[in-house]
């Protein structure tokens, strides 16, 4: 196996044992969450989860992103990356104290805005902490972290919604204490107060790392238009009761992008070193084929048995969310493969590409939200999710592909496209599940054999290298 490909899988390893632990854990919790909050509990506190998602990338300028693109640069010094972006931090403190009375006027979130506050630059700090980890080549570390964050948050929700029945306030404060020890303990541990102390203050590195995260303000913001903006209107037009049904029915989706997550964590890395290397075309089409087959089989798969994991997995107020979720799960599946082809924008340094990509596709989720929500409900929402995604994701491809030679099976990638828009469309619909699950499957199978073939022999040369060792 080539050794970018070996490389690519180790670090992918690494990240799933950080990611994995975090990103499962709030599955996990669910059911907590479910049978110890009332859906109106539920949807207040991810409404205010849903604010910092918005406000962050404007207070922070998405400047982590800059790290870690940046800090792996060859000509420059990692500890001056650092210090760039700790200045940005403080003018972040600054505008997130000065901005929180005026968020604080939204009624629903005025109860929580001091709460939302410290999330956000606890958030903030993580994500620079997190991302300097990787360019010191620290991921081992970095998956521990992550994985030690995940044991506090589970502990605090435990405490905090179990046992004393804190709802709402339980909910935010078991993840911001969470994260405010864990951004702690790697300043320190990490001696980060060192790098910046041996770190020399450039004025044009600031510049350009500015530059470069700017357009991403813009491209995170549409990204929560397509991802959020709904809830705030099936709040606004439904009530918090829809909110927290819609909000459930999402969690499973979002077991797609944890996969996602991992990857793109080691996928960033490893197209950067390509690039800056040999910019192998062939590569590049190699990972997208057999990254577009794991999402979509993960989309068909869940999909499948996702109303009888339903019936076990929440409470039994929260079950007719079930409905929503197969339009959801396709919804991220598409987001998936627009995700992939987003990493090219920050390797070749062309993010307002990944800024106007996204702002279409946050404008037609906007108005079609506010034309079908009022009409069918939460239904309206959906369509309109996986529109955007669908639309962001070849949209995408078709940009990306003018600066790189990526090679696509056009007629598997169709079939694959139109096997799971009809599986979740006919499952949401509850007609012939059974029918339905099989039937998908059984055509997914055939249409991927050769993708499913690679993968075993993949596994089979890991684990025979595995026994050597």
Sequence with gaps: ???????????????????????????????????????????????VLTFA????????????????????????????????????????VIVTVTITPIVGLYEPVRPWRWHLCIYMLMYTACQIEFAYLKVENKNRKYALYSIAQTALLCTFSILFIAKFHLGVRGYLESDIISGLLIAGVI?????????????????????????FSAPLVLDKISWWIIHSSDKIMIEFMLGATAL?????????????????????????????????????????STVFRMYSFATFCAGVGVIAVI????????????????????????????SSISAYFETFYATLKKTTHSMWTTLICAGINIITNYLLIQKIGVWGALVGTVL????????????????????????????????LMAQSIIISLNYHIVGAAVTSTVIFVINNLEEIFLLIRVGKSILMKVKKN
């Design 388 to 419: 955007s995604y669908f639309l962001i994701a070849h949209i995408r491809m078709a940009d990306v592909r003018r600066y790189v030679n990526l090679q696509i099976n056009w007629r598997k990638y169709v079939i694959n496209v139109i096997l």
């Design 187 to 211: 300043f320190f541990s990490e001696k980060l107060w060192n790098s910046l102390r041996r770190a020399s203050f450039d004025r044009h590195l600031l510049i350009q790392m500015l530059s």
């Design 1 to 47: 196996m080539n050794s970018k490909y070996k490389s690519l899988i180790k670090d992918t390893g690494i990240f799933a044992l950080g990611n994995i632990g975090s990103k499962l854990i709030l599955f996990v919790l669910m059911p907590l969450y479910t049978n110890f909050m009332t859906t109106e509990e539920y949807g207040t506190a991810d409404l």
């Design 53 to 92: 998602r918005l406000l962050i990338p404007i207070v922070s300028v998405v400047i982590q992103d800059a790290v870690l693109r940046f800090g792996m640069m060859h000509d420059l010094r990692e500890e001056n990356v650092l210090l760039c972006s700790g200045a940005v931090f403080l003018a972040t």
């Design 244 to 284: 927290g049904l819609y909000t459930v029915a999402s969690k499973i989706p979002s077991l797609i992008n944890v996969v996602i997550t991992i990857f793109q964590n080691a996928w960033g890395i490893s197209s950067i070193r390509e690039m800056e290397s040999s910019n192998d075309s062939e590569y590049y």
């Design 307 to 334: 109303k009888p994991f339903m019936t076990i997995y929440v409470g039994k107020s929260f079950f007719e969310a079930w409905q929503y979720t197969p339009l959801l799960i396709a919804a991220a599946v598409f």
